[in-house]
């Protein structure tokens, strides 16, 4: 497989850039970046805690669920959470529970007593403070780590897309949520795309992961991906862009771009006469 690192358009610090020729490429990856993230985390900890988001990320996750990982990785030491849900029923069309059991959870080994969703029998502002109390408790016992900087939980993983917008997990462009510093989860109601009820973790949260890996497809990411990335970028919409405000404080962040979504980085790096160094 030949990967690509798109290098020229001075990316921040502590961002890594993977490009791929196709989704099945890119599929492969993942796959082994996220098996290593959980090895190195359960030899370290004993614990895999890693939170996933929606989009088309669980369908990137498809390789985990065949060999070798299905029977190589230490399933029972994997913990689910969700960076962001919608407020729906877990059996709703809509619920990132939903497509996740049945595109990956039903095909892997992962201990039901592992895997945490948000309560869908209560409000989303209940649902908000119930989903930040369980992950305080997980907290207290060190299934999930603490960040050494703050009190915030330390995610091994937090694999999120992002959206047209620039939105990741359910914060979306100039919402009030992306100011939060002290909650753990929040809840908005007003999401611009629907449905507008949705649970997600703060920027601080997602920040304080020990890793984090954001999916980019499709050429209507593309102006998103470039103003999230490179520190160069200018523009109107490059402050209000929430996955440009994604930067670990202790962590490392790795980005998994298509080449449509990476087209912007890509002509920006032809007009400054760059090549791209393979691997």
Not at 23 to 37: F, G, K, N, P, R
Not at 103 to 128: M, Q, R, W
Not at 204 to 212: D, E, G
Request: hydrophobic content about 40%.
């Amino acid at each position: 497989m030949e990967r690509e690192i798109v290098a020229s358009y001075e990316p921040k610090k502590n961002n890594e850039i993977r490009m791929f020729e196709s989704s099945d490429e890119m599929a492969t990856d993942l796959a082994e970046y996220i098996s290593q993230v959980s090895e190195i985390s359960i030899k370290e900890r004993g614990y895999f805690a890693i939170a996933l988001s929606g989009g088309p990320l669980i369908s990137f996750m498809r390789k985990l669920c065949e060999a070798p990982y299905n029977k190589t990785l230490d399933w029972s030491k994997w913990y689910i959470f969700w960076a962001d849900e919608r407020a729906v029923a877990k059996n709703h069309v809509d619920s990132y529970y939903k497509s996740t059991k049945e595109d990956f959870l039903s095909k892997v080994p992962i201990l039901n007593g592992h895997v945490y969703s948000i309560n869908d029998n209560v409000t989303v502002e209940d649902a908000a403070t119930d989903y930040e109390f369980v992950i305080r408790q997980l907290v207290k016992i060190r299934t999930v780590g603490v960040s050494e900087s703050n009190d915030c939980p330390k995610f091994d993983l937090i694999l999120l897309s992002i959206g047209s917008d620039g939105h990741v997990a359910s914060l979306f462009p100039n919402h009030p949520a992306l100011e939060l510093k002290d909650d753990w989860v929040t809840y908005i109601t007003d999401s611009p795309v629907p449905p507008p009820e949705r649970i997600t973790f703060t920027l601080p949260v997602i920040n304080s992961a020990s890793n984090i890996a954001v999916v980019a497809t499709g050429e209507d990411k593309a102006k998103a991906v470039y103003f999230a990335i490179s520190d160069g970028a200018e523009g109107p919409d490059a402050p209000s862009i929430p996955a440009r405000m994604v930067q670990p404080t202790d962590g490392k962040l790795v980005w998994f771009l298509d080449k449509a979504s990476a087209s912007f980085l890509e002509a920006k790096t032809k007009n400054d006469g760059y090549e791209h160094p393979k691997y």
